[in-house]
Structure formats: C-alpha cells, structure tokens
C-alpha cells in the first residue's frame, strides 16, 4: 500500500542535467553506455532503408528550407531556447509527416502506428547502495539497536522523468539487440557511485510513487517505435559549463529518457522488483534541433534495483549512442547545402525496424490485465479509477502534511519549556504517537456520506481504497 503523503524521493529528469551527475544516472539506472550504434541490428532494413532515402530527399530538404530560411509562426519568440524549440517542434511535425505519407503503402506496421504529441513518461523505482546521511547516521548511533548498522547502505526511491517532443507507437515490440547471456549485457562497465546523489547537484523532493506510460491502459498499440526528442538544452548546458562538458548532458538526457521510458512500460507489462523481466524491452530514441542529430539504442535487461542489486545484479542495462552527426550545413536562398543523407538512412532504418509478437507478455499479470476487467462493482471501479488520477496528478493533499514549525523545535524539542501543554502533536509522546511519513494510504478517517445520498441506511461512510477488492469497509 502507498504512503498517503508520498515519498521522499530522488528526482530524475532528462532536461535537468547537472555538471557531473552523467556518471550517477548510469549508476541509478544500471546502464552500460556504448559509443556507437548496433550496426547489425538494421542489417536486415538496410537496404530498403537505402532505397527509400533518395525519395524522402527533395520533400525533407523542403521542409528544411521552410523551417530554417523562415519564419513560420507569427508569434515572436525572439532569440533563445524557445524558438530554437518551436522551431524544432515544427520541424519534427512535418518531418514525421513526410515518414509516415511515405511509409504507409509499404510498412504495414507504420500504416497501422500511433502519434504521441508530448507525452507524459513517469517511472518510479528503489534505488539500493546508497550511503546514510549525517541525520540517519546520528539516529542510528543514538539507537542500541541499530548501533551497529551506523553506515550500512539504505534505499532510496527515484522518481524519473521524460519529455519527448513525438512518440510513435506500434502493436509489437522492438526485437532485443543482444540477448540477455551476452557479456554485454551481464558484465557491461557500470559506475560504481558510493555517494549521496545531493553531491551530485540532485535533489530530493516529497511526491507521490507515480509510474505513467504516455498511453491510456488497454491500447493495443502500447508499444513504442520511435521516440523524438529536442535538443535546445545542449547549447545551453555548454554555454554555462564549457563545450567539453556538452556530452555529459547528452548522455544524461538518453539516459534518463530512455530508462524512464523502457521502465514504465515494464511496469505497466508486470514487472518490478520482485517480477523480474523475463525478455528484454527495447526503445529507439533520436535527440535533434532539426540540424544536429544523435541516435540511440536502449536494451532494458533488468529493473530490480533495490538493496544490493544496484551493484551485485546479473544484469545490466545497455545505451547505444551514436556520434553527432548533421543533416545539413546551411541552408539560405538558394536552398540546402551539404544535405547528409546518410542522417536520412538512419533515421527511416529505425521507422522499418519491424516488431516481434510474443507468447506471453505479461507472465505475471492476473486473469484481469485492465481496471474494466475487475470483478468489483462498475462504481467501485469508477471511484478507484479517479482516485487513481488524482494520485498520479500529485496534487497536494487538502490536508497538509504535519511538520514541525521552528517554535517548537525551539521550545518543544530543543529546550522543554512548555511543559504543562498536553502531548498532542505527531513527534510528542502519547498514545496515538505516529510518524506522518509513514502513513498508508488507507490510514484515513472515511468520508461521511450524507443520508439523502446514501443507498443503504447501514452505511454511513466511504470505504477504503485497497490494493486487492479496490476498497473495504473498515
């Protein structure tokens, strides 16, 4: 059951690099980085890769005069960020469109895809091999029980984020690029980071566990093709920190993104931490400001990273990240000079990469897969289902969350001056004593239901949510 205020959690998000923290995504998401693509994993779409690009040619180079020898919105952004990304975005639109209108009558799986705008990609995973800071080493050394295990490592939640621009998604899922007895896979180099990722420029922030695929649950095409990205946070970061440093917030970005991405479709398939993926999860991404382009290749092996299994786990992670490459070197008036098409092949090699359907997905899921299959009542579901939305929205609670106020860690904690005051409050001792954080999120006094909208006259209040007949009277 989930903790009623959240969790303080580690917060990862593809467009928040910071100067060294590329190392530490790779250890909180037990990635291996490779310098280059998979070659022999388009080796098969290839040729018709090759083929198809001198056709997309004249349309693409178009679409670039059009973006980049104009203005195309009447609004102005001015220089910057922003319209470098509108500018992308639009560029990306038709981009997609040229694929698709080109694709369809002979790519079957490309005729039949679906088209995310902006999506919203959440994962949240235990996160183990991390060092006690200095208020939980002081806890424990006060402690006779736990003395001993004054610097033992803890568990962390993470809470990742991405933000593709386009996704595009299709029935079946990519093929693995090795499989999982390859030493890739089972013996990649892994940063090994005993260190609290606050030294790193992360932070911490109290949120609900929330784990969003982009897709609404039950869509037959749940699988992701593509994923587009834009890319305006690069010249930024090495702008701030030097053009040397401009590749670890590229591979922060494909990281994060591509774990995110990868783990919350394994979550939404019955993987976790106990369920331990039984078949790789791949996803393609392209990282882009319409001139500059970086492809990758992501293979999600394993997703259990609690306790020791973030540094002792028979499994890793793998990123493949190709070089920067252009698309182009300029373009003016008299149209598009040094058009690269081999940009073009690779970008159309990953639209034919064809799916693979297999036996059984969902090893272990239930009879019921989806929220309208339970055997619960229509309204139980109904309630259960905006409760659900609710929590994932993370907005705040109408109630908020007990703290301790500067006054009485004055006078309450540090110096016992009020000592005729009734013990009352969450860290005072009494009977009802109860640390806020750990509360369920079945820990609540029920709504009370009015008599006129009652529909039996035994009961008066709201039942419970719960994690197995959705909710129960108390």
């Known amino acids: 059951m989930p903790k009623y205020y959240g969790y303080w959690s580690l917060h990862l998000t593809a467009d928040n690099p910071t100067l060294s923290g590329a190392e530490y995504t790779q250890f909180a998401t ?158 990649g180099t892994v940063p090994n980071i005993y260190m609290d990722p606050r030294a ?93 382009w970086n492809f990758s290749v992501y293979q999600l092996n394993t997703c259990a990273l609690h306790s020791d299994r973030a540094t002792v786990n028979p499994y890793n992670n793998i990123l493949w990240l190709s070089e920067e490459q252009s698309l182009f070197e300029a373009v003016d008036n008299g149209g598009v000079k040094g058009f690269n098409p081999e940009v073009l092949t690779r970008l159309v090699a990953m639209y034919l990469k064809k799916g693979i359907t297999r036996e059984n997905p969902t090893p272990y899921l239930g009879p019921f897969k989806h929220l309208a299959d339970h055997p619960a009542s229509e309204e139980y579901r109904e309630l259960f289902r905006s409760s659900l939305h609710h929590l994932l929205s993370n907005r705040p609670r109408h109630i908020p969350k007990p703290e301790i106020y500067l006054w009485e860690k004055i006078y309450k904690c540090d110096y016992k001056t009020r000592l005729y005051e009734p013990p009352r409050r969450f860290f005072e001792n009494h009977y009802k004593k109860k640390d806020p954080g750990m509360c369920r999120l079945d820990e609540h006094n029920p709504k009370y239901i009015p008599k006129a909208l009652r529909k039996s006259k035994q009961i008066k209040h709201m039942p419970k949510i719960d994690s197995e007949h959705l909710f129960k009277y108390d």
């Open 200 to 292: 790193f420029g992360f932070r911490f922030k109290h949120k609900h566990a929330t784990t969003v695929t982009g897709f609404w649950p039950g869509e037959a095409k749940q699988h992701s093709q593509l994923w587009l990205h834009t890319r305006e946070l690069i010249p930024k970061f090495a702008q701030e920190y030097g053009p040397h440093n401009a590749d670890a917030a590229l591979v922060h970005k494909l990281v994060v993104a591509s774990f995110s991405q990868a783990l919350a479709h394994a979550t939404y398939l019955g993987f976790g931490p106990v369920t331990e993926l039984t078949y790789p999860i791949v996803q393609q991404s392209a990282i882009t400001d319409g001139q500059q």
């Open 30 to 187: 037990r990635t291996h980085l490779e310098k280059s693509l998979p070659v022999e994993y388009y080796s098969d779409v290839k040729e018709e890769a090759e083929r198809i690009t001198p056709l997309l040619k004249d349309q693409v180079e178009q679409l670039i005069h059009l973006n980049f020898n104009g203005i195309l919105n009447r609004r102005n952004f001015g220089p910057g960020r922003a319209s470098e990304r509108h500018r992308t975005q639009n560029f990306l639109f038709g981009l997609h469109r040229i694929m698709a209108s080109t694709l369809e009558s002979s790519v079957q799986h490309i005729k039949e895809s679906v088209v995310d705008v902006r999506p919203q990609i959440e994962a949240f995973w235990i996160l183990g091999g991390i060092p006690p800071d200095r208020i939980l080493k002081k806890a424990r050394r006060n402690s006779p029980q736990k003395k001993d295990i004054e610097h033992e490592p803890i568990d962390r939640p993470v809470q990742g984020k991405s933000n593709p621009f386009l996704g595009v998604r299709v029935i079946d899922g990519l093929p693995e690029v090795v499989g999982k007895d390859d030493p890739m896979a089972s013996s």
